[in-house]
């Protein structure tokens, strides 16, 4: 089962500051409201990344990760975006490799995308959508994300959408996500 090591409430300032940028030109983060942490994507930037103050163990090849999020989209996103931008998060993350759950909360749609070891390009393991996915400004998505081998070269993948099972499955394929870090991501497609 799962360990929880950090637990980030955003009461206070420390917690916004244990988030780094690791994507995005143009992204900043900010406590809203002294009980969010904001992230604002700025002119010609399409995605910001920041990750957790938490990075798995460098010996370890495929870190057993498990990430949970409320995310959603603040009442100062322009109305012509709202409709295209996703709110994800990611684990075993870095700057090539990653496993990755987004929702675009105004289409009432989700996606696993699994970018892997090595050229190929990132691919999407699962997709869907359903009135389960909240829609609004200021409406939160509960997102989680598990990506755990056991020890073994099979990573077993679980993917929550507000408590609902969107995806669960083994990825048996070369090249899986080895990246360290757990992610909260914001994109908005070009």
């Not at 996103?77 to 996703?86: H, S």
């Amino acid at each position: 089962g799962s360990v929880t090591v950090a637990l980030y409430q955003f009461q206070s300032l420390g917690d916004v500051a244990s988030f780094y940028k690791v994507e995005g030109a143009k992204c900043k983060k900010k406590w809203r409201k002294k009980k969010t942490i904001g992230i604002v994507v700025g002119e010609r930037t399409n995605a910001c990344g920041f990750r957790s103050s938490v990075v798995a163990d460098s010996q370890d090849p495929g870190p057993d990760q498990e990430m949970a999020a409320s995310a959603n989209l603040a009442a100062s996103t322009p109305k012509k975006l709202r409709g295209k931008i996703y709110l994800g998060i990611a684990v075993r993350e870095s700057n090539t490799t990653a496993y990755e759950l987004r929702v675009i909360p105004a289409a009432r749609k989700w996606q696993l995308i699994r970018d892997g070891r090595g050229n190929s390009a990132p691919t999407v393991l699962g997709s869907g959508s359903g009135k389960f996915i909240r829609q609004g400004v200021g409406v939160r998505n509960n997102l989680l994300l598990r990506a755990f081998d056991f020890g073994s070269s099979a990573v077993t993948l679980l993917a929550k959408v507000n408590g609902k099972k969107v995806l669960a499955q083994k990825d048996t394929r070369a090249g899986t996500p080895n990246g360290r870090r757990n992610t909260l991501t914001i994109e908005r497609p070009g």
